[in-house]
């Protein structure tokens, strides 16, 4: 009887694992909408995610609520089709630091251009661009936007 419980909890276990460290696919459609699944999209390229497990840490009184820090502190990514290597590195930032932040991709209309130009107040700017509340980094720097998002109240993650 106890062995036979002992196998039921191993193979729980085992059938946990894969839970534990899934992976997710995120793409772009034509139009900038973002997707996520489980499988990649055929004939697409796709970023692989790995997600993290949900865990629930002991409060911190003295630091701000999450609440309150997305509320005042909202954060959104402007990156381009074109952009490369800087977007990316800006990703792996807001992604490393586990931001919850809004990707918004600059397209070609004028539209597009006329309101990223009203939000960055400048014509010379390229993505990617960060905006933090009201705050505008229009310049890709992986120390100065790391200080921002402390300033902020974006905890570096503990390794």
């Known amino acids: 009887m106890r062995s036979g419980f002992l196998l039921t909890v191993a193979l729980l276990v085992l059938h946990a694992i894969p839970l534990a460290t899934a992976k997710v696919y995120q793409w772009r459609d034509a139009d900038g909408n973002v997707y996520y699944a489980d499988q990649p999209p055929p004939g ?23 609440e309150a820090i997305t509320s005042n502190y909202a954060v959104t990514l402007y990156i381009s089709q074109g952009c490369g290597l800087p977007c990316e590195e800006a990703l792996s930032l807001l992604d490393g630091r586990r931001v919850e932040y809004e990707v918004k991709t600059i397209g070609t209309s004028e539209a597009e ?6 939000i960055v107040g400048s014509m010379n700017a390229r993505p990617p661009v960060m905006v933090i509340g009201s705050d505008v980094y229009k310049t890709w720097d992986r120390t100065l936007w790391s200080a921002a998002l402390s300033k902020a109240g974006f905890k570096v993650p503990q390794r």
């Open 44 to 66: 697409q390229a796709a970023r692989e995610r790995n997600l993290r497990s949900n865990i629930i840490g002991s409060g911190n009184a003295s630091g701000p609520k999450k």
């Open 113 to 118: 251009m006329v309101k990223f130009v009203g």
